[in-house]
């Protein structure tokens, strides 16, 4: 089934402390999105999509891949901005879902998430982990039966839904046509007044369509880059590597 991949890079990053958009700093030479770029292709995606916004020429001179682009010229959220790349998204076969500041992410892992995808007739994947502290990460919500119900933001988490250890890596596989369908389900309806993309999964999830997670074998490979501690951190990861 053919993959294709859209990648979100249209955040300015104020925490890095730079005026640089946050997916163009580097490490060991190379740019942020380069890396989940080629994860991305390493898990087999044969297209790919790199959302832009906040300085988006400098974004585009950072890539060195084949790439597509879209543009978010405004920041209403991650639903948002998978939403600009719905002609590229189409409505055959499956998309990966990737952050342009998670560097960390392997081509391995994403490999595992498409076996496990397909294997489990999923029209919607998401890679989680199972973490001592969840604080500032969605959580997500399952029955008493351990099936998936929902994912929820922390500012949204109320009572138990704090309580739960697994969160969402921001990290996704769609079946592109359960994706594209889902798009019109999401709404503003929130603490931050933006789309929510875990908003889908209940969308797809409603229409009888199976929804599921897979957690991460290696945390760190979620980590995402948000200040230059972090950026100095997932450096000496990479040089470990």
């Given amino acids: 089934m053919n993959i294709k991949a859209v990648i979100l890079a249209a955040g300015k990053g104020t925490r890095m402390k730079s005026d640089l958009p946050k997916v ?38 950072s890539i060195h891949h084949k790439v597509v682009y879209v543009n978010q010229y405004e920041q209403l959220g991650t639903g948002h901005a998978v939403m600009q790349a719905a002609d590229f998204i189409g409505n055959d076969g499956m998309v990966i879902v990737l952050c342009g500041d998670t560097p960390l992410i392997t081509g391995n892992t994403l490999r595992k998430l498409v076996e496990f995808h397909m294997k489990s007739g ?15 990460y969605g959580r997500i919500i399952r029955d008493e039966n351990g099936k998936f119900v929902k994912n929820v933001e922390q500012k949204d988490a109320v009572g138990n ?18 994706l594209q369908d889902a798009f019109g389900k999401m709404t503003l309806n929130n603490s931050q007044g933006e789309y929510y993309l875990p908003d889908t999964l209940v969308a797809i999830k409603e229409k009888g369509l199976l929804v599921d997670t897979l957690p991460i074998d290696i945390y760190e490979e979620m980590l995402g880059v948000n200040t230059p501690e972090q950026l100095e951190e997932a450096n000496q990861i990479i040089i470990k590597r």
Wanted: charged share 20%; proline share 3%; glycine share 8%.
């Fill in 24 to 61: 163009v700093h580097q490490i060991q030479g190379k740019p942020l999105v380069e890396y989940v770029i080629e994860a991305s292709m390493e898990a087999g995606a044969v297209e790919i999509c790199v959302v832009v916004g906040y300085q988006a020429d400098v974004v585009k001179e």
């Fill in 122 to 136: 999923n029209a919607a994947s998401v890679l989680t982990a199972m973490v001592d502290d969840p604080t500032g």
């Fill in 161 to 178: 839904e704090l309580l739960s250890k697994e969160i969402n890596s921001g990290m996704y596989l769609f079946n592109s046509e359960a």
